[in-house]
Every structure is written in C-alpha cells, then in structure tokens.
C-alpha cells in the first residue's frame, strides 16, 4: 500500500516508523529541515519537502497513485486542505488530525462530508475517553471496548495479595467464562497456555463479556471501589475534554481540575458546569494537600510536559491517591515509568494510531488496539463468507503462533469461545495478535486468504 504522512512531527513519525515496519511503501511531507534531517537518519522512507497543500508537493509525492494519505500536522487547516486536495486526486483514504473542537462540534454539516475526510482524529479527545473508562474499572490498568461495548477488555496487575498468583492458567475458576488473551511479563508479551503460571508482577490482559467483567474480577480477586472524586493536572484540551465527559456521563463526580495558566483556568472555569477549577502549580506539594488531594480515588495528570506528569503523579501517590493517570508523550521510556509507582501510563500517540491503523488492515477490520513494547494487536474483524476459518472448530484451526481469539459476537449473542466454536461467516471476531502474526490473521478471515 503507497501511503502519505503530511507531517514528520510525534504522530507522523510514529506512523511512518509503524507503517514503514509493515513494508508499506511511505512518502513523508515535512518543511521543517529539522524534522527532515531525524527523518533521514532514522526511517526508511521516501521524504518531500514542502507543504501538504501544494499541488505541485502532493504530486512530487505521487498522491495520484497513493492509496492512502495521513495529514497530521499541528495545523488543522492544512491537514483538512491537503485531504481535500488527496480525494480530488482520487485517493481512496483520507484521514486529518483536527484538534480545534469547533470544527467537531458544527451541527449544520459534517466535515466529513465537506471535505472529504474518512477519519477525522483528535488525539487529545480520544486519551480523554480512554481515561474516562478507568471511573468505571478503577481496578484495572487500562480498558478496551468492543462489539458496540458488548465486549470488555481490561488489564490486571498481580499484586502480592492476588488471589491468582502461582496458579496454572488452566485451574483458574471459569464458571463465568473468560478469556486470559495475554500476559506482559517482564516487557515481553506472551500468549498463554493452560500450563502457564502466572506470577508476580504480571499484567493480565482479560476478554469477556461486558455484562459479565464484574463478576469475572471477582472470581478472580480483583475488587474495585466507586470512584467518587478526580483530579485532574492540567486543562488544557485532554483536562478539558475529561472533565467535559465525566460532568455529562457521571454527574455524582466531584471532579477538581488544577490549572497553571490563569487565563486558561478561567476559560475553562467558564465552560465546566460541574467542575471545581483551581489555578496553581500541581507540582507544589503544598498546594496538592491544601487541596486534599490524598482523599481523590483517581488523579490524572495529562500536561504538556511530561516530566511534570510523572513528578506530579508520584507526588499523588506519595500522599495517598488510591490511582494515578500519566499521560506521556514519549513512547521510549514509558516501561521504565511503569516500575515506579505509576498505576496508569497512556500514550495519545499509541492511542491515536490505534485508530489510524484500522484503515490499514485488510478485510472486514472494525477497530485496532496497540499495545505493549512489541507492538501487539487486539483486532476487531468479520470473518468474510469462504474465508480459510469459516466452519472449523477452534481446536482443528492453525491459528497462527502468537495469536489468540478472545472473543466472538454472532447478532446479538457474545461467545467466549473454547476449542469447540465455530467460526461461521460474518462472526465479529476479537483477535490478540503479536505482530509477527498479524498479517497471517488477517488473510485466516479474509475471503481468498492464504491456508496455514
């Protein structure tokens, strides 16, 4: 596949370092020299200086024979321009980072539309909705929806108290059924066996119904108390957008929000109805327990500035927050935080490629989940009509090495499946893939895919 990256900042050269993995042909737009010369020494890609809203630009990048072009600036208007530009030239997928919420929230006409624009992706919005998901799973490290919400995936640590630990994966109490997808041990992703055992230190990745997660947790020993008060470090558009979102959905909140900037708390202190904005420096220890911060069940730190996240955070944890949020921008050195203390560390660069990459995927793909050092993936698929998987049992199918279904939708009923199921044609499927595995499961349920 030719693809287009208007932009060599965070998010374009993560996407140019992914996609350049996979073999895809990348052509990078970038004007600034610098930005160019990091390029140069440390991607494999094809680079055109100049703007992604020059014709003369996109052509010298070949946007008449690109399949897909990604514009992700930090100018919204030039990324919408250059996807405007892309589809006039016949690019089939468009997709623009557009930041600014007035262009999102317009009720007459959709952008989408107008421009053209087949993804429009805010990355601060979407680390907002991840973090929301932790009110309702405090318990776990991260949370993942599926299947319309029907389908549940969370991480678990194994703490030293766990009711689990040093046990066999196949002696587990399954009377809820479940689906153990993965284990991070030791910045390694491993795909479990029933012989496994699981250990200290562990982060459990658990599929299952969502209707039924609580219940699995349970069994399992996990146990979670309702979150009743956040605070959140920094209101800047991620704060704003996670306040904004749990004022509309949990109104019995008390939600706190801790602002450096003057200008901006009143800002934001205008627009939030329900929230309780404090302009200060969430780094000044004194001010954190002024503010009683030790009594929040969950504190989100998510500036600009990474070394604050993670400073202000242990400071939380230090004064007895029962969890901490830390949004980092730097992907390199997030398994060194997750050592010391930090329950939660969300990357928006992760986060928002995990929606990009959906788009790349062949097949019938609804959604693409990134995580862990290795890159693995939880894909959501349909298993196409005469696709290699329709009608073999779990148990007779070469999944792939390093592979896992996790989960299966058929109308409206959710299977957690065993070596029993069936695949059946148009079956949405939840598959924990490695990346070495992940184009082999693709083509497994793809119609005309490769046998294995």
């Known amino acids: 596949m030719k693809i287009i990256i208007v932009g060599a900042g965070k998010v374009g050269f993560s996407m140019a370092q992914l996609l350049s993995d996979e073999d895809h042909d990348v052509v990078v737009i970038e004007q600034s020299p610098e930005r160019q010369l990091v390029l140069e020494e440390e991607l494999d890609v094809q680079l055109v200086s100049g703007s992604g809203s020059s014709t003369s630009v996109l052509e010298a990048a070949g946007v008449r024979n690109a399949d897909m072009l990604l ?67 405090p318990e776990a490290l991260n949370v993942d929806y599926y299947a319309d919400g029907k389908v549940q995936l969370v991480e678990l640590e194994l703490k030293e108290d766990s009711a689990i630990l040093n046990k066999k994966i196949k002696d587990l109490d399954s009377s809820v059924p479940y689906n153990i997808v993965s284990i991070a041990r030791k910045h390694k992703m491993l795909v479990p066996r029933g012989d496994d055992i699981l250990q200290l230190g562990d982060h459990i990745h658990l599929i299952a119904r969502t209707s039924d997660m609580r219940e699995v947790e349970k069994i399992l020993g996990f146990f979670s108390r309702k979150v009743e008060h956040v605070t959140i470090l920094g209101g800047g558009r991620t704060g704003y957008y996670l306040a904004q979102i749990l004022e509309e959905h949990k109104p ?115 959604s693409v989940t990134l995580f862990g050092e290795e890159r693995a993936e939880m894909l959501e698929l349909f298993a196409q009509p005469g696709a290699t998987a329709i009608n073999k049992e779990l148990k007779h199918l070469k999944v792939p090495s390093g592979s896992v ?21 148009n079956d949405r499927l939840i598959v924990f893939s490695l990346l070495k595995s992940i184009h082999k499961i693709e083509r497994l349920f793809l119609n005309g895919g490769s046998k294995f």
């Open 71 to 137: 514009a992700v600036t930090e100018f919204d208007e030039l990324n919408m321009m250059a996807c405007l530009l892309a589809k006039k030239y016949g690019v089939k997928t468009t997709v623009a980072r557009v930041r600014n919420p007035e262009y999102l929230e317009v009720k007459e006409f959709s952008l989408n539309d107008v421009m053209g624009i087949d993804l429009i992706i805010n990355p601060e919005r979407v680390t907002a909705l991840e973090i929301a998901q932790f009110v309702a799973n």
């Open 252 to 366: 019995a909140i008390s939600i706190k929000i801790i602002e450096k900037d003057l200008v901006r708390a009143q800002q934001i202190s205008q627009k939030l109805k329900h929230t309780l904005v404090i302009h200060g420096d969430g780094s000044d220890y004194q001010l954190l327990e002024e503010e009683n911060i030790a009594y929040s069940d969950l504190f989100v730190a998510v500036t600009d500035d990474d070394k604050i996240n993670l400073l202000c955070s242990l400071i939380a944890r230090n004064l007895g927050v029962r969890k901490t949020v830390c949004q980092m921008k730097r992907t390199d050195v997030m398994p060194l935080v997750e050592q010391i203390g930090i329950d939660s560390i969300l990357s928006p660069r992760l986060l928002t490629a995990g929606a990009i990459l959906k788009y790349m995927r062949v097949g019938d793909i609804i």
């Open 405 to 425: 279904i996790g989960a299966a939708v058929r109308g409206e009923q959710v299977i957690i499946p065993d070596g029993g199921f069936k695949i059946q044609a």
